[in-house]
């Protein structure tokens, strides 16, 4: 293992119910039905790209018109966290202390442009960080976003931390190693990863054995 690369939502923090606040503003302000915009419905969603998410969300819409309404969350989405900040899980400001100490850190989100940025604001935690990519960077898959970031920083053996069915998939397509975080919002039953965590502090001990 020569660096470690993260997904965000399940991974490293839960903002899913300040996002759902925000979004179903926003939502209602388009005259659309929101109650089904909730924490619960969110965490079952985080980890898709923006098109897929509008998708599932607002299904009875156009697909123009859907994606519309979930720009227009996305935008708004940032500054409400800005506004009414999620704190990222307990150990993961110790944990990218220590590690970043050993090895280079990246992020690598299905999300929007700006989210991970605003992460890293809101948490602190950008000195760590090497690099990010997100879905609303290039347009492209999180397997090809893992690629891209191995591949820009000449990484030999990094591995991927994620909580989701979707994160295990790209990280399999992207050729990478996948840590699956117990705690997080997905299940990967009928699937095997490289290793798993159930708290994020597991990942100082994998480090130091190497045992990826």
């Known amino acids: 293992m020569d660096s470690i690369i993260f997904d965000v939502d399940g991974t490293l923090w839960d903002s899913t119910d300040k996002v759902a606040r925000s979004w179903k503003k926003v939502v209602e302000s388009h005259n659309v039905p929101a109650d089904h915009i909730t924490p619960a419905r969110l965490k079952q969603e985080f980890g898709k790209t923006m098109v897929a998410i509008a998708r599932s969300l607002l299904p009875d819409l156009p697909d ?75 347009g492209n898959e999180k397997d090809s976003n893992i690629r891209a970031i191995v591949e820009k920083n000449h990484l030999k053996s990094p591995v991927y931390v994620g909580d ?49």
Do not use: W
């Not at 039953?189 to 708290?199: C, V």
């Open 164 to 212: 989701t069915l979707g994160d295990l998939l790209a990280s399999e397509a992207a050729g990478v190693p996948f840590i699956f975080c117990k705690y997080g919002f997905g299940d990967i039953t009928g699937h095997e990863a490289a290793a798993y965590i159930s708290d994020i502090t597991d990942l100082t001990a994998l480090c130091d054995t190497g045992s990826i």
């Open 64 to 138: 123009d018109f859907a994606l519309k309404i979930l720009e227009d969350c996305c935008s708004y989405e940032i500054d409400y966290l800005l506004m009414d900040s999620p704190e990222a899980y307990p150990g993961v400001a110790e944990t990218f202390r220590a590690l970043s100490k050993k090895l280079p850190l990246f992020i690598v989100s299905n999300s929007q442009a700006g989210y991970i940025e605003a992460f890293l604001k809101i948490t602190g935690l950008g000195d760590y960080v090497t690099d990010i990519l997100s879905f609303g960077d290039t």
